[in-house]
């Protein structure tokens, strides 16, 4: 395949493309500045899709769906397959592509990749495993049997935080269930959509099962697929306030959706932690991507016993972190997605600070033409600060000192979220029972990662609906139909 053109002088051509993906075609196209966060520079403009062009791409995916939904689920499962094993061999180039468009660090590009392919993978083994029943009605008066079909035509809609894989944790388990899609990723990170659209192509996937559209005017151009009778599925990753408004637009016409909304995820450290595997894992649930992940721990609540060394150990890791251009080898902590990201966390900080929180690192943002925030540390933070309720987003550990389990699982609760948590103590059936009481859809129990695509990925409360990955993730695309059989 000819990966075509250079991204800002790169060497090895990326897999890249600026144009509409529509019905197998990739179309010209321009309009959307794509933004090198590290420098500020414009890498590459995209396409600007409008309404009709939107409605042009509901007929590709429906062009598409017949023939999609009736191919053997092997077939699709073999398809897939070859696109997991396309983007592990173009893993450099996305990485780089990645680390390019969204600011993060190499490292965590790389992790990103990996871990975006393997959506591939898990759904090409689980696209031959579609669940039915059989059953005989409590009454004996007949045979329940429940099959489950593709939903059909699937909006999936992405952020720019992972631009990889919240597009792979929608399009392997929609491809394995038989759903054509169409994908409107991130304006500030389309480029890797349009790569992995193109590894796709290669990979055999048919003309029209997966379309890509870049927009301006995200709202008018998702209501209109969403007013669309042939769309009956929407997949959403992205705020809770966007969610919101979709949620509201999708009811007009009774769309299935799936929601992957905002997090605020508390970090729960008892006296009788590892302390070194506490700050292990707070350093990586805090600092992929630099904290700009909807797991991201955004609250540390640590026992007044250990809270003191827990400071101390942090802020030494934290300060030690290089922070530099994402696609620098030696980086470890790359720019914020946009100047207005950097400005919204120097407000929650400078908000903490003034009502009494104290920076033991960090603290004000980096000047310079990149969008940096250092890793920061907060300690004596009030636990009613905004800080508190607002996802940072960004390098930031507010930590708040607790007393007993009960005050840990009140705080940790305290939150209109619940997406993940954390909890570090070495007594095992305390964890399991402080973890009971926690409002979330995900717990790190001694571990601070937890994203797995053999695992369900998803929050309660204002955090989501439905769950993505797993072995449920591909029934989110699938309606079960009931027949009621007499013989
Ligand atoms: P966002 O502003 O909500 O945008 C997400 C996507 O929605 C983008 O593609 C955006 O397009 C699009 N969009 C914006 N307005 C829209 C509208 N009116 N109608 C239809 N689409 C619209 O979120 P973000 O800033 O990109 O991402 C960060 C958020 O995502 C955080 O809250 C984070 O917690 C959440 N997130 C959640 C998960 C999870 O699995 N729960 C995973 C990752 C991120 P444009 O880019 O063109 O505006």
Redesign the pocket.
């Known amino acids: 395949m000819t990966l075509a053109i250079n991204v800002a002088g790169y060497a090895d051509p990326a897999l890249h493309a600026h144009g509409l993906y529509i019905g197998g075609k990739w179309e010209k196209g321009a309009g959307i500045p794509v933004i090198n966060p590290s420098t500020g520079d414009v890498l590459a403009e995209v396409a600007d899709a409008s309404v009709e062009d939107a409605a042009r791409t509901v007929d590709a995916a429906e062009a598409a769906a017949t023939g999609w939904r009736d191919t053997p689920s092997r077939k699709r499962a073999e398809i897939l397959r070859r696109w997991f094993e396309l983007m592990s061999a173009h893993s450099e180039e996305l990485a780089m592509l990645i680390s390019l468009e969204n600011g993060k660090a190499l490292s965590d590009a790389r992790g990103e990749v990996a871990y975006a392919a393997e959506f591939f993978r898990w759904y090409a083994e689980e696209a031959v495993r579609i669940p039915g029943e059989y059953r005989h009605a409590p009454s004996g008066a007949h045979k329940i049997l429940v099959d489950h079909e593709p939903i059909g035509i699937s909006v999936l ?6 631009p990889a894989a ?1 597009a792979t944790r929608k399009i392997g388990p929609a491809l394995a269930a038989g759903c054509t899609v169409i994908l ?5 990170t389309p480029l890797t959509a349009y790569a992995m659209a193109r590894l796709g192509e290669e990979a055999g996937v048919p003309a029209g099962v997966v379309n890509v559209l870049t ?2 005017n ?2 008018p151009v ?2 209109s697929m969403l007013a669309d009778p042939r769309v009956r599925k929407l997949s ?8 919101r ?2 949620l509201a637009e999708a009811a007009k016409s009774v769309v299935s959706c799936s929601m ?4 605020n995820a508390p970090f729960l450290v008892f006296d009788d932690a590892d302390l070194e595997a506490a700050l292990h894992g707070a350093m990586v649930a805090k600092m992929r991507n630099a904290g700009e ?2 797991t991201a721990a955004n609250r540390f609540y640590v026992q007044a016993g250990i809270h003191d060394a827990f400071v101390k150990g942090l802020t030494g890791r934290m300060a030690a972190l290089k922070i530099g251009p994402g696609c620098d080898p030696a980086t470890n902590c790359g720019p914020m997605i946009t100047q207005k990201a950097v400005q919204k966390i120097d407000n929650l900080v400078s908000d903490a600070i003034e009502r009494g929180a104290r920076a033991t690192t960090g603290g004000a943002p980096l000047p310079g033409n990149g969008y940096f925030y250092p890793p920061t540390v907060l300690e004596n933070v009030p636990v009613d600060a905004p800080i508190a309720h607002e ?1 940072i ?1 960004g390098p930031v550990a507010p930590v708040y000192k607790f007393t007993t389990e009960e005050e840990a699982i009140r705080l940790a609760n305290n939150t209109e979220y619940g ?1 993940a948590a954390y909890i570090y103590s070495t007594d095992i059936k305390k964890a399991l029972r402080v973890g009971k009481g926690l409002e979330t859809g995900m717990l790190g129990i001694n571990r601070g990662l937890m994203s797995d695509p053999a695992a369900p ?3 309660v409360k204002q ?2 609906l439905g769950r ?1 990955g797993g072995v449920t993730g591909i029934l989110e695309f699938m309606e079960a139909k009931y027949y009621a059989v007499e013989f």
């Open positions: 809609i992405t952020p720019w935080n992972f919240m409107k990723p991130a304006s500030e927009t301006r995200p709202g998702v209501n959403f990753t992205g705020s809770t306030g966007i969610g408004v979709l992957e909304l905002g997090g992940a909807c996802e987003f997406l990925f998803g929050g955090s989501g993505e």
